[in-house]
C-alpha cells in the first residue's frame, strides 16, 4: 500500500488537536473549539471534532499505564490497535503525545478497510512526524502469517477488515471506534487481547443504547431501557453490560476503568483477564434498574414482571470506574500532556498552522473539558452509589426548586457523606447517602432560604 503524494491530497486546513498536528480535506470546514453533537460527514478523510474529548483521555489512560505498569511491567512493550483508524488521528496523537521516555516501550498499530483514509494517514504522518522519532522496525513475530502493511515513524498501517486484524496478533490495547455500534466486532475484538489486556469501545447509536429505539436495542443489545432521567447512564452501563458477557463468552472477565455518555456516544474502557472464574460469575454484576414511585431506583438481579414494566435492563451494575486510574486525570495532568508549549506552537504555525492566542485559550478549555470532573468522581464512581439529576430535585424533594449543586455537596459532606458532579452534558451527581438524607438536607437547605427571602422582604 503506497503512500500518496502530499500533493494529490486536497489541502484543506491545518488543525490542532492537542498537540498534534491534522490535516483536513478541503470540504470539510474549519472546526471550531467545543464542538458538542455529531458532525456531518462529508467522506473520507472526515474528521469528527466532537470526538476529540475521548481521543484525549485515550492518550491519557494509555500514557497512565505505560508509567504506572498497571498492564505490563517496565521491561515489557504495550502493543496497541486502533481497528478502524480512519484517518489515524487516536494513533498519531499517541506516537505524538505519550511521554517521550515511554515511547520506546510502545508499538501502534493503525487497522482500516478504507485505502483513502490510509493513505491520508501515511502522508499526514509524513508531513508531520512525531515529535519523539520512533524508529521501531516491524516486528515479525507478532503475527501468524508475514505482515502486510506499512511502517510510518512509528506506526505499522494496514488495509484489513477490522476483525481479520483484530485476530491477527495479540495486542495489549485495542481500541474500536466504529461508525454506529461496536456490536459486530466485539467478539473479535475480546479475542484479539492478549491474556492481560485494554479494550476502549465506542458507540454512536445512543438512540438504541438509550431505549429511544427499542427495536434496535433489543436486537443489537438485547435490553430494554426506559427514556428518562437515568437512560445516559442506562446506555453506559447496557454497554458495559454487552461487553462483558461477550468477554464471559470466551473466558475473560471485565474490570471497567473509565465509563462515561459523552455528548453523543458512549465510551467505555476497561481492563480484561483471562479468567474461568471470573467469567463465570458475570451475572453477580449483571442485573436491572427499576424506578421506584418517588422518582428513585434500586438494582436487582432478578426482576419480578411487574419490575420489567418499570425497570431497564439486563445491564451491568457494578462499579463504573476505577479509582486509582481515574484520580489521576486531572485538569493539570491533561494540560501537562496534551498541551503544546509556545516552542511547539510556533514550530506548527510556520508548518501552516493558523493559530492565534483565542485559538490556543479554547483548545486549552477543550482539553480541561474533556476531563472535567473525573478525578473529583473517581472514589464515588469506583464504588456504590446513586445518582442524582439536579432537576429531579424539586419534584422528590417537594421543594419546587433545587439548591446550588456545590452548596448541596458542603451541606452533604457537613454531614459525613461524599457527593461529586459526574461528566454529563446534563446536571447529575453522585453520593453515598442515603436517600431521606439527601432529601432532608435539601428540603433544609430550601426551607431556610425560603424563611430567608421572607425575612428580607419584610417592610
Partial sequence: MGAAPTDQLPFGHVWLEGKTLVHLRDDQERPTHMPRGPAKRTGPGFLNPAMAPARTRSVLLLADALEHEWLVNGDQDLRALDALC????????????????HQPRLRVAANDLDRFALQWL????????????ATHAVEDDRYERP?????????????????MALLEAAYQWIDLDPFGS?????????????????LEVTA??????????????????????????????????????????????????????????????????VKVRR?????SSVLDQMGWRIREADGTYRFVHHPTPEEVERGSGPLWIGPLWNN??????????????????????????????????????????????SVRYISQAADLMSRDHTLYHMDDLPNMAGTGQAPKMEALFTALESEGYAAARVPDIDPFFVTDAPHETVMDIVRAMLGAASTLKRETSRP
Fill in 182 to 198: 461496536p456490536v459486530p466486532f466485539l467478539d473479535a475484538a475480546v479475542q484479539g487481547l492478549s491474556r492481560v489486556g485494554f
Fill in 147 to 163: 505482515p502486510s502493511g506499512t511502517m510510518r515513524n512509528g506506526v505499522f498501517i494496514m488495509q484489513n477488515d477490522a476483525r
Fill in 122 to 133: 501515511e502522508t499526514t504522518h509524513q508531513t508531520w512526524p512525531p515529535a519523539t522519532p
Fill in 275 to 279: 479468567s474461568r472464574e471470573g467469567a
Fill in 324 to 369: 486509582d486510574i481515574a484520580s489521576r486525570m486531572t485538569e493539570a495532568r491533561v494540560l501537562e500532556v496534551c498541551s503544546p508549549n509556545e516552542e511547539a506552537l510556533s514550530d506548527a504555525r510556520a508548518q501552516g498552522l493558523v493559530w492565534d492566542d483565542d485559538d490556543r485559550k479554547y483548545a486549552e478549555r477543550e482539553l480541561i473539558r
Fill in 86 to 101: 480512519a484517518t489515524g488521528v487516536r494513533v498519531r496523537r499517541w506516537r505524538n503525545e505519550i511521554p517521550a521516555e
Fill in 204 to 269: 454512536t447509536d445512543t438512540a438504541a443504547l438509550t431505549g429511544s429505539s427499542p427495536g434496535s436495542q433489543q436486537r443489537r443489545y438485547g435490553a430494554k431501557g426506559i427514556v428518562d432521567s437515568y437512560a445516559h447512564d442506562d446506555a453506559v452501563r447496557v454497554l458495559l453490560g454487552l461487553v462483558a458477557t461477550t468477554a464471559a463468552r470466551h473466558d475473560r472477565t471485565i474490570e471497567p476503568v473509565l465509563a462515561l455518555f459523552d455528548g453523543h456516544h458512549v465510551r467505555i474502557s
